[in-house]
């Protein structure tokens, strides 16, 4: 059976319809209206255009933010200005599809799971560093919820007390440290002190600001003051990951978005400030690193591969 | 079907017959031997007494320390000398009967779910309170126990970075902050100071030290040094539960071991502590916090329970 997952973002919506090994068939994009009600007629117009062209059994819907418990409803999403709406009933009824709705990190860490760097590894973490960080829980090979829906909310567990500000209304979340604003963050004020900084604040100077990727660009080519903004990124989240395993217990941690294109420029030192952090370390098993293997199509692919499986 | 819970602690052996309803037929105690083959012995011996005396399906024995993922082998325990026995298979040989082992904390945790605070409630966090901070999590309606077997470490969470030196090696963790033995210390720092303290520095000289159960008398008659205390160590664990919020997502804590006696006294400013440090409070549901109901029995009910069940 071929289904369709739509990944709603705060500036595009992918979607695309996949087939059961994963694989996208067909991918269509467009960019993220303002309005709550254009959005949902966008998605609309979207899935009438899938579903016109292929045998689609299914639809799967990720969008940022605190769904139910049932999964039919948005609570609270940080990037559109919907409250409660109920969501799948009105996609359903509008499409006439099973609706699956799932938090986007939930749904990329599951099409890691499935089909990429998880791939065989019942219980696993990964941790979505874009913007933000978001998160996602498999525990005994299904996805971890909670109790009302929301658990693996990773960017937001507390890194450093009386931290950063956060846009969660709290402060010293781990996304203020470990996520690619910081890592931008961490570039302006190397970039602001001079000596290493010196690339970075040419590329600054040339851009106007520090691009992620212009960054990663440096690090990559060795760059001393890329890589050290690329450390303290790193250890923040080997240090965090630490603390996962303290409560979760993964056999792996998958690391995606915009940061991960780093690679092992990225993973040496966040594996060392993991070791480093974890508790009982020489008595215990430890957990291996990945990057992510389905980059910016694992929100399309897991809330696909999801509906496919009803859930 | 009655079957045997073991609950081997750093002082002393529990062991108890346990019916179908977690209620306790017979109850036995020993000092815990220094010697791991003396334990051992120890406990055979206990599980000899009880099984003479009543018909027994299965046998649970729970201790402190991380088990193999398969449970058949302690590989590393605090408070005994223990190190990859293979202490499943030697227990059934001697005894003849199926032998379930467990985390002491995790037993716990399954026996206020199974019968106690968190009846009804699948997803659930315990933090028992003692010496130490133990942690178990259930999540829909099944122990927590990771990719090798040893998920919910709670107590060895980072509470504060760069903190005080913790017996695991690493430091600023939760236990150092929020454990009887944190009590303990923050009633010590008081009594130090003088004024408000000045009761508590009357029953240490009394005592010679700060015993746990006198702060909890005095901070639950009203003392205002002993209050602070517990207000100290109350914030602590009130907002480490904010932070298992966003991981876990649990409907409910339950909190346990010694320190819980204080009751209300404790969970009020847990619960202030635990909201104040919520991401995203306002838009989000909250979990609530009781008060474990078997005490000092939960290790030997708990495990019993789960050798019932035959896992």
Redesign the interface.
Known sequence: MLTVGIDIGGTKIAGGVVDPSGAIVEKLRVRTPLDARELVDAVVDMLGDLVARHEVGAVGVAAAG?LSKDRSTV??SPNIAW?GEPLRDMLQQRIGLPITLENDANAAGWAEYRFGAGVG????VMLTLGTGVG?A?I??GEL???????????G??????DGRA?G???SG?LEQYASGRALQREAGEIADAGGVGEPLAQVRAAHGTLPGPEVAHLATAGDAGALEAVRRVAAALG?AC???Q???????FVIGGGVATLGEVLLQPVRRAYEA?????????V?DFAIARLANDAGVIGVADLAARGR
């Open positions: 605190f609570h609270h409250s590894c019942d219980d696993m998160g829980v525990v005994g971890l919820r909670g109790g009302h829906g929301i658990a693996g909310e990773l937001h567990t507390r890194f450093i007390r956060c969660c209304g709290q979340c240090e630490g603390g996962l303290a409560v979760l217990d993964p056999h792996l952090s974890l508790p009982g370390l020489g008595s215990r098993p957990a």
